[in-house]
C-alpha cells in the first residue's frame, strides 16, 4: 500500500488545505457546521464511551474467573446493566451512523454537506448531553436493572439511579432521530447531478434504511422510558400490575424499539462491508440491487419481529408461532448479504489488506451470529435457550462480531480519507488477529455454558462450568488488547503515517475522487455522476 | 454563508440566493425548500409513533377495562374539551391563512394571521389550565391527589385512574407541543413583522404551519377518545 500512496500522493500535499486545517482552535470545532468535523467529534465521543462499557466488561469477566467471583452480586448486576447500556444506547446504535456515515455520505452523493449541518451539530450535542446524564448514573452507582429497564423492577422496586440512565437514553434517542432524519432528507434532496438510486453505494443504501428505523423506532422508546419516569415518580402508571397495569406492555412498547434498533446496529456495518468486499476483490458488488433492497426489507421486516423476545412472557400462542416465522423471514434478506459478498469475491482480485481481514471477520461472525438467531426464534429451542448464555452469545456474535468488526473495518478503510494517513499495516493486521482470535475465544465457549443452560445475569454458576468461564475471561483480555493496539497506531499514524493521497485503495466511489483529507464542502466542483457504483474494470487488467 | 456564495455565484444569483437565505450547501432555493419540507414531513412521522405509544396503551387498557374508561370518562368536562376543539380547528385555519398569506407577499395578512393563530392557541391552553384545575380540586389527579372516596364506581379506582393517567400524559403531551408552537409563531411574528417572508420566501412559515396542523390533528382524535366513550344517558 505504500507504494500506491506515493503514486497518489502530490508533491505539495503538505500545503493543502482541508477540513482539518482550515481553521484552528476549539471553538473552530465545537461550533463547527461540517459534517466531517462533526463525524470526528462523533469517533472521540463514542470510542470514549466505547472504553467505559468495555472497562465494566472487564471487570465482570474478571468477576466471573470463579464461582465466588469478585464482587457482591448488587454490583455485579450493576456492572453488566451499565455495560449493556453504554454499548447499546452510547457506542452501538451512533458508532456507523454518525461517525462513518456522517462523514462519508454528502462526499459519497457528491453533496457539499447534509441537508440540516446545524441540525447535525446539535444531535451532537444532545448526545453528549445524553452521555452525560448516564456517566452521571454510572458515578453514583449506577443501574441494576439490566438493560431492557423491565416494568415494575425499574419502575417500582429498584434502589439504583434508574431515571438518570433512562433520561440519558431518553435524550441520546433525539440524537439518534436527528441523524436519521438528516440521512434520509439528505439521501432524497442532495445528491450530485447522475447520482440516481441505482447507482448509489451500497454504504448509503444501508444507512438510509437505518435512517428509516431511526426515525420509526426511536420515538416509541422516548415515549416508554417517559411513561416508565411517570411511574417511578409519581407512583402512578400503567406498568405496575399491583394497580391494574401491565408490565407486559412495557415489553411490548420497549422491544418495539429495541429489536428495530438491532438493526440500526447492524445494517450499516453491512453497508461498510459491501463497500470493502467490493474494493478488495475489485469486482461490482454481484446482485447490487438485491443487496440494496436486502437492506430495505430488513428495515421492513424489524418492525414486525419484536414479539420474539417474549416467546416465555406471556405472549399468545398464535402471536409467539406469528412472530416465530416473520424472524426467520429476515434470515432471507440477511443470508442474500452473505451470499453475494462471498459472490463477489468469487474470480475476483482478493488482496488481503486490513479493512479486508475485518470484512472476512465480519462475514463468518455474522454468519454464526445470524443462523443461531435462527434457533432462538424457534419456539421450542427457544424455550430451552431463553434467558441463557446462549443468547448473550448469539447477539455478542451479531454486534461485536458483526457491528464492531465492520466498524472497525470501516476505519480502517476510510482512516486515510479521513486523516490523511497510512497506518502501520503489520500492525493492523496483527491486530485485526488477535481481535478475531479473542472475539471467538471469548464467546464461543458461551454458546456452550447456554445450551448446557447457564443463565445470565447472575453473579454465580456450579463449578463445572469454570472452565468454560476462565476461557470467556481469557478471551476477552485478548480481544481487549486487539481494541487497544489500534488506538495506539492510529494515533502514531496522524503524525508519522505517510501520506495516504486521494485513493489509497484504488477504490471506487466519489470519496475516492477528492483529496483526502477533504476540503470543508468536499469538491470543487460539483460531479457529475457518468457511472455505475464499483465500476471496475475487468479483474484481469486491475492485477499487478 | 455570504462568504461561501461569494466565491460561487455572480451578482445576479447572489440577489437570489439572499432574497430566498439559500444556504451555502444547497444549489438552487428549490432544492432548499424541498429538503425542509422533507425534513419537517419526517419528523412530523416521529410524532406520530411518539404519540402512538400513548395510543397503543390508551387501546390496550381501553380493551382490557371497557366499563371503568366508559364510566370513568363522564368525568371528563365535555363542554370544555368542546370549546377547545373548536378553538383549536379556528387555529388551524388561521394557520393556513398565514401561509397562504406569506406565499402572496401580503405582509400584514402574515402578521394579522399569526397574532390570530397566537390568540388562538392560548386560549386553548387557559381553558385547559381550567381543566386540569378542575380535576385537581375534584381530586381525580391518579397517584398524587386521586379521591377515592369520591369517585362513584370504587371497584375501578385502579382502572380509573390509569385513564386519568392517559388523560394527563396525552393531553399533557399534548398541550406541551402547544406551548412549544406557541414559542415558533413568537419567532414566526417578529421575522413577519420585519418582512421577511414574500412569494420568494416562506419556508419557516409553511414548516411551522404544518407543525401546528399536526399538533391540531393529535387532539382531534385525543377529544372523542378521552371525553366522548362515556356513557352519559
Redesign the interface.
Known sequence: MATLAQIHGTPEAGEEVNYLNVEHGWKSWLFTTDHKRIAVLYIISITLMFFVGGAMAVLFRIHLLSPEGLFPPEIYNRLFSMHGIVMVFFFLVPSIPATLANFLIPIMIG???????R?NLLSWYIYIVGALFTLYAVIRGGVDTGWTFYAPYSSTYSNSYVLAAAFGIFIAGFSS?LTG??F???V???RAPGMTWSRLPLFVWSNYATGLIQ??????I???LL?LA?ERI?????FDPN????PI?FQ??FWFYSHPAVYIMILPGMGVISEIVSCFSHKRVFGYNFVAFSSMAIAVLSFVVWGHHMFVTGESMYASITFSVLSMMVAVPSAIKVFNWTATMYKGSVSFDTPMLYAFGFIGLFTIGGLTGLYLATLATDIATHGTYFVVAHFHYVMVGGMVMAFMGGLHFWWPKITGRMYSEPWSKFSALLVFAGFNLTFFPQFILGYLGMPRRYATYPPEFQVLNVLSTAGASILGLGYVIPMIYFFHSLKYGPKAGPNPWEAKGLEWTTQSPPTT?NFDV?PVVMEEAYNYGPVEEIVG | MAD?LTTTTAHTDLEVAAATNLR??F?TPQ?QF??AM??MW??L???V??????F??YV??RS??PEAFASTSQYMNVALGGTNTAVLICSSLSMAMAVRSAQLSKYRAVVISLILTMIFGTTFLVIKYFEYHDKWVEGLV???K?DVAHYHAPQWA??A??LF??YF?MTGMHALHMIVGLGLLTYLLVMAVRRRFNSAYYTPVEMIGLYWHFVDIVWIFLFPLLYLIGDRG
Open positions: 453533496a457539499k454537506d447534509l441537508a440540516f449541518p441540525i432521530i432524519l438528516n434520509i432528507v439528505t432524497h434532496k442532495m426515525v420509526l423506532g426511536t420515538p416509541v422516548a415515549i416508554t411513561l411517570f409519581a407512583r402512578v402508571g400503567i394497580i391494574g397495569g401491565d406492555l411490548h412498547l464542502f460539483t | 461561501a451555502h450547501h444549489a432544492q424541498d429538503s422533507l425534513g419526517t419528523f412521522i416521529t410524532e409513533l411518539f404519540f402512538g405509544g400513548m397503543t396503551s390496550v387498557y382490557i377495562y391518579p397517584g398524587l386521586f385502579h382502572q385512574q390509569i393517567f392517559l400524559a
